[in-house]
């Protein structure tokens, strides 16, 4: 029995910024709205384009524009006092993955009592609906625009760590899919986002909680950024390849939404939280060995794994999982990015934190094939 859910409204393709006016109207609650970003929006001229379309409708608009990679529990507890004293009627959220994972933590905890800190370890439930919630992406991507789930880092000195808050009343109402608002994405970005989007993908299709739905979403995502994304990172002006990818980012949002991510993410979130390397860049350098290391399932219960990787290979345009591996660390070296932990400054001392804190639960174990600790050492010491 298939099961697929995903209750977000989609508004994608060029231009589509341009229906915020008509959007807002649908779904705030008054007439005070916040706007939460990181500031290169404002330098780029998106927050005042936004600004200038709502209020014309006599909104009352307010910004926070001081979301940076990795939200920490901190910036949550700000930015959910903020919107409480501010009694808003609607949020939106605008920016990469960082920013529209604050935005829809501070939507739901704004209705809620308590900070983020009793959800996450207190296992405080979410009883109230947030206030309602439209994701803008300007990269391609996390797809949290159309996911429940929100990454949050716990960053104190001597602790740092990844969770995630979810619940189905944080999906967004509505995503406002622009690929003209991923044109401004530098080289780098668009490169480190890309390969994000590509993992999540894959994972979804290989991950034990898949289905006919969720897997057609993956195929194309996987297809779509696999083909695009050096393109992208070579000609940022590329309106019809920012489309592209967009559309993949999307797709694989779409997919992941259902499915969660696998043993890929559980490992790159060590990497990130203990060495700073940027997330979508931590999955890649894994995500060649996970396939590898996946075409060898055998699993009694999974008995379509095997046939799922090699479609997984068939998207890569490779024919087996070692020459996919290879495509993946040729792609990254295409775009200028490390394929090798060494280059990072991670060493052997460094495997065994990874190791040791790499085992996220309901990640690890969504995987085809069982991962023990000797299975994660071999991969990583082969990484140096």
């Not at 095997?306 to 070296?333: F, P, Y």
């Amino acid at each position: 029995m298939e099961e697929y859910y995903n209750p977000v409204k989609i508004v994608f393709g060029s231009s589509s910024l341009n229906q915020i006016g008509k959007i807002v109207e649908k779904y705030k609650l008054n007439n005070k709205i916040l706007i939460i970003s990181g500031k290169t929006m404002r330098e780029l001229g998106v927050i005042q384009r936004i600004e200038t379309i709502l209020e014309k409708n006599e909104n009352v608009v307010e910004t926070f524009e001081k979301v940076f990679a990795n939200p920490t529990f901190r910036l949550i507890d700000e930015t959910t006092l903020l919107a409480r004293r501010g009694e808003y009627g609607l949020i939106i959220g605008i920016g990469g993955g960082s920013s529209l994972d604050c935005a829809k933590c501070t939507a739901i905890l704004s209705k809620n009592e308590g900070n983020i800190s009793d959800y996450l370890f207190n296992y405080k439930n979410i009883t109230n609906s947030g206030i309602p919630f439209i994701a803008i992406p300007t990269t391609a991507g996390t797809g949290s625009e159309v996911t429940m789930w929100a990454t949050v880092w716990r960053n104190d000195d001597e602790f740092k760590k990844k969770y995630s808050m979810s619940d189905k009343k944080m999906y967004a109402k509505v995503a406002i899919v622009d690929p003209e608002l991923t044109l401004s994405l530098p080289p780098y970005q668009t490169a480190i986002t890309g390969l994000d989007a590509l993992s999540q993908a894959i994972e979804a299709y290989w991950s034990r909680n898949h289905n006919p739905t969720s897997d057609k979403h993956a195929l194309e995502a996987i297809s779509l950024i696999f083909n695009n994304v050096e393109i992208a990172f070579k000609d940022s002006t590329n309106l019809e390849v920012r489309e592209k990818m967009l559309f993949g980012s999307l797709e694989s949002g779409l997919a992941f939404s259902n499915t969660k991510t696998t043993a890929v993410h559980s490992v790159s979130y060590p990497i990130t939280a203990l060495y700073n390397v940027p997330h979508g860049l931590a999955c890649a350098l894994v995500l060649g060995s996970f396939l590898v290391f996946n075409s060898k399932v055998c699993n009694e219960n999974l008995p379509e794994a095997s046939d799922r990787i090699e479609k997984i290979v068939e998207c890569l345009d490779s024919q087996n999982a070692l020459e996919a591996k290879e495509k993946i660390e040729n792609l990254m070296k295409k775009m200028n990015l490390p394929t090798k932990l060494s280059e990072l400054g991670i060493d052997e001392n460094g495997i065994d934190l990874i190791i040791k804190e790499g085992f996220t639960k309901g990640r690890i174990e969504n995987n085809p094939r069982k991962v023990t600790k000797n299975d994660l050492y071999k991969i990583l010491i082969n990484l140096l």
